[in-house]
């Protein structure tokens, strides 16, 4: 993989605004805008930490070079895998047939395999010299609060206090890894990929 980048938000927050307003005991109004904004940057900060999607949002990875037969999906759960496209030299686009490959949604993080006895497209004109194969993938533990996992809501939760209470605070060095520390215990489980991401590497853009 040569580069990942997201290409569509979540609709909704891990966490609801009157969650985060029962954390931080907040009773008025006055805070919601900023609360929300508290809110988005403490799911994307989880998630960065984590290399996982909380909520529902769309991906795009790209290869140089044709994948191999089965290869990783990043940032688990991994809920579909939208389109897999192949472009040329001629910069003409071919769609790979989701009848060709399969889709594991069960493993973490999800992968992307060839059928027996399929192959990836083989473009007369050859692949084109950068980014020739995009992956379109949907991850995340579900279109709503509900489906993230406690852990992680508490996690979202813990940075927003964080943020509330230090609206001026520039948190760095030894206070920084102290929060990051205390964070990824809350969510800390059996599944190794909570702490090394996932199998492979990536470039986030």
Known sequence: MTALTRTSDPANEPVTT?????HLRVD???DDNMIDRMIAVARRKVEKWTSRALITQTWKMWFDDEPGDVFDIPKPPLQSVVAINF???NDST???SSSKYRVDTESTPGRVGLKDDEDWPNLSAGLKTMNPVEIEFKAGYGDNSSDVPDEFKQAVLFIVGHLYENRTWVITGNKAQKLKGTVMSLIATEDATIQTGFRGGSITR
């Open 94 to 96: 071919t769609t790979v």
């Open 28 to 30: 008025i109004s006055d």
């Open 87 to 89: 472009t040329d030299t």
């Open 18 to 22: 009157s969650e985060a307003k029962d």
